[in-house]
């Protein structure tokens, strides 16, 4: 039965906002935003970007803000 | 002292004139209560992200404006705009407490981080918490027998249909 464990070497994540200072999520910053909505154009969860809590709240706000724009979209088909 | 931005979507069928005249006449709604406007924005025609009302496109204006102790006349615009056929979205967020917050933060990673050890600057990023291990990896557990290799589930590849 022992089969050898596989190890998964996995890159560890981090906020991308508190690596960079960003304080701010601004709905305008279209380039700041697409980065966390993929091609369904979901919004990226936390346990896939890293993003931290705090900041995951405010990019949350954000997209959903330029969204409700049609800056983003809700989704896409 | 409050600080605000207003962004609304036009018609796009509108022309430029008509768009700016609109912009003109909420802001003097606005400045006639007390507010100052600091800075206005267009961006003129832009792409929307899903049709609105079978247009495909919109324009866009921003309006910067502040004033000591809460919009008045803000309420106005806001329900005049909602009346206003010709424009297809609008957003008012107050940014006062979000830009105070960002600006207590130190903009960039100072490069000699030992000069200002007293700077509490630092707070902002509890990073060691975060790792409490990836919830994708859970495939590989061996006691369960017979089910063999459902690895490889983390990740967000699969799923993205």
């Not at chain 2, 049709?51 to 502040?66: A, D, M, R």
């Amino acid at each position: 039965m022992a089969r050898p464990k596989k190890v998964f070497f996995r890159r560890r994540k981090v906020c991308k906002f508190c690596v960079d200072r960003i304080e701010h999520a601004d709905y305008k910053d279209l380039k700041l935003l697409q980065g966390f909505v993929p091609e369904r154009s979901k919004i990226l969860p936390r346990r896939i970007s890293g993003t931290c809590a705090r900041h995951q709240r405010l990019l949350q706000t954000a997209i959903k803000r330029a969204r409700h724009l049609a800056l983003l979209p809700f989704t896409t088909d | 002292m409050r600080t605000y931005e207003l962004c609304f979507v036009a018609d796009p069928r509108l022309s430029d004139e008509d768009v700016v005249a609109m912009t003109e006449d909420y802001k003097t709604l606005l400045t006639s209560k007390g507010v100052e406007i600091t800075k206005e924005e267009s961006w003129g025609r832009r792409k929307l992200a899903y049709p609105i009302k079978k247009l495909t496109e919109g324009k866009y204006v921003l309006i910067f404006f502040s004033s000591e102790g809460g919009a008045q006349g803000l309420a106005d615009v806001e329900r005049r705009l909602l009346q206003n056929d010709k424009v297809l979205r609008f957003l008012t967020v107050r940014t006062d407490e979000d830009l105070k917050r960002a600006a207590r933060v130190v903009p960039r990673r100072n490069p000699n981080p030992e000069t200002e050890a007293g700077d509490r600057g630092d707070r902002g990023d509890r990073d060691d918490r975060g790792d409490r291990g990836d919830r994708g990896d859970r495939g590989d557990r061996d006691d369960r027998g017979g089910r063999g290799d459902r690895g490889g589930r983390g990740g967000y590849a699969g799923r993205e249909d």
